[in-house]
């Protein structure tokens, strides 16, 4: 069925995060000594160096080095100018106020949504696997990488909640736009996007989560936000037939 693995993603998403939110509260009660963070954020540790190892190898795949380089300066330079890093944290920081508003004390208690909305929907969004998984939707109706990405993402948005709250489940959302708008674009698409190009993309897409594991684990402040449409930029190249 065109566009079920899209679906699915962001019920487990919803799922996943409403899960975690749930016994966390319920184990908060319980825990004098904060043992559930600093689990966390081992854990989370563990998972930024496995999304830098997926970054790696990802972006290893790439056969064209110079068109790659050219789409980060190019998707960098369009980032930029559009800003989507402070639209996204705005749009956080926005759904942040509206929850905590007519809360007296939230110093301990304030949701960082910004970070857990903007920092789960690119770990969700860049990944080479929404990309092949929503053009294999949208192209040929099989939907079985989606479904295995569900799986990861389900554990990923679980752990992810744990810390940083509820602004993970609202990941959700931008997971099925970006997945959906991709699926839907492919059928206008079917003689731009060749094996070559896609590799592109996925090559460059790698880049980004390498860039978000490397934020995760050394709290750098790679903009990985405003690098998005890089992934976009080897589509031109296939359309002028250099790719």
């Known amino acids: 069925m065109y566009g079920l693995g899209v679906i699915v993603n962001g019920l487990v998403i919803v799922g996943a995060s409403f899960a975690a939110l749930i016994l966390k509260k319920f184990i908060m009660k ?41 789409s980060m300066v190019v998707g960098g330079l369009i980032g930029e100018l559009i800003d989507i890093d ?21 110093s301990k208690e304030k949701v960082s949504i ?40 389900g554990v ?21 736009l970006y997945e959906g708008i991709i699926a839907c674009g492919a059928f206008l698409l079917k003689g731009v996007l060749s094996t070559a190009v896609i590799t592109e993309m996925n090559a460059v897409g790698s880049l980004l989560i390498l860039a978000l594991g490397i934020n995760m684990i050394l709290k750098a402040n790679i903009k990985v936000a405003n690098l998005l449409p890089a992934m976009f930029v080897p589509i031109i190249f296939g359309i002028i037939g250099m790719i």
Do not use: P
């Open 86 to 106: 402070k639209g996204l944290n705005s749009l956080g920081d926005k759904i942040e106020e509206k929850l905590n508003k007519g809360k007296t004390d939230v």
């Open 156 to 176: 990923s948005s679980f752990l992810f909640s744990l810390t940083m709250g509820i602004g993970v489940l609202l990941s959700a959302v931008a997971v099925f």
């Open 30 to 70: 319980f825990d004098k000594n904060n043992k559930v963070e600093k689990i966390s954020d081992t854990i989370m540790s563990g998972l930024a160096l496995c999304i830098i190892y997926m970054g790696i190898s990802g972006a290893l795949e790439c056969q064209h080095v110079l068109i790659c380089i050219i």
């Open 114 to 153: 910004s970070q857990g909305f903007v920092s789960a929907s690119l770990l969700f969004c860049v990944g080479a696997m929404a990309v092949v998984g929503a053009l294999n939707s949208g192209l040929f109706g099989n939907n079985d990488t989606l479904f295995a990405k569900s799986a990861l993402d």
